[in-house]
Each structure stands twice: as C-alpha cells, then as structure tokens.
C-alpha cells in the first residue's frame, strides 16, 4: 500500500522560511516520481516541485526562485524548503508520486497517489 506523510507545515510570518517533509512507504525510488503541490483555498491544486524517478529535479518556474525540493534517500523523504514566504503562499500543501513531473505542466489530474496534506499559513 503506498503511503505519504507529509508534516512540517504551521503558521509562519511573511518574509520566513519554513520546510517541509513527506515520508513515504509502499514503492521505491525508482517506481514513481515525487513531489510537491498546494491548493490555496477556493483555488485549484497547482505543482510546486518533483523529482523525478530518475532523480532528476523539476521546478514549475514560478516556484523555483524560493522554494526548493530535496530528497534523503535512506529515510525515504523528501523536503520543501519555502524562503521568503509571502501571504499568498498560504495553502494547503500536499506530496504526493505518480505522474507528478507531468502534472506540474499539466495538471494534477493523472497523479497517482496523494498524501493528505499539511496547512501552511503565512501571516502578514
């Protein structure tokens, strides 16, 4: 059974920093790409980052400037590492693997498997 963990997540004030983690069981490494997206209320869930089963890294290139993904491989985590947060960042993000390189150009409509998300709130 696959399982994603995500936590990390809270209240945080603009200009911070905060990072995030999702833990994962039920598939390796090489079975899926992993990754990040958020839904900011009354929004649509959009892609942040993934890593790719290849290991590759991918950005949606309005996130890449502050936010960046990372992996312990050993642990089976990988992270968000959110700078210079800003009060629109305020959503709930999730990870999640499975068609997550795509569905950062494309949508999430065709990842596989979701985590059950963490609530980020960037106070002004």
């Known amino acids: 059974e696959v399982q994603l963990q995500a936590s990390g997540g809270g209240l945080v004030q603009a200009g911070g920093s905060m990072t995030l983690s999702c833990t994962f069981s039920?598939?390796?490494?090489?079975?899926?790409?992993i990754g990040w997206f958020r839904q900011v209320r009354g929004k649509e869930r959009e892609g942040v980052a993934a890593?790719?089963?290849?290991?590759?890294?991918h950005y949606v290139d309005s996130m890449k400037d502050r936010f960046t993904i990372s992996s312990d491989r050993a642990k089976n985590t990988i992270y968000l590492q959110m700078k210079k947060l800003k009060t629109e960042d305020t959503a709930v993000y999730y990870c999640?693997?499975?068609?997550?390189?795509?569905?950062?150009?494309?949508?999430?409509?065709?990842?596989?498997?979701w985590g059950q998300g963490t609530q980020v709130t960037v106070s002004s």
């Open positions: 890593i790719s089963a290849d290991g590759s890294i």
């Open positions: 039920g598939f390796t490494w090489t079975d899926y790409g």
């Open positions: 999640a693997a499975g068609g997550v390189v795509g569905a950062l150009r494309h949508g999430p409509w065709a990842v596989l498997h």
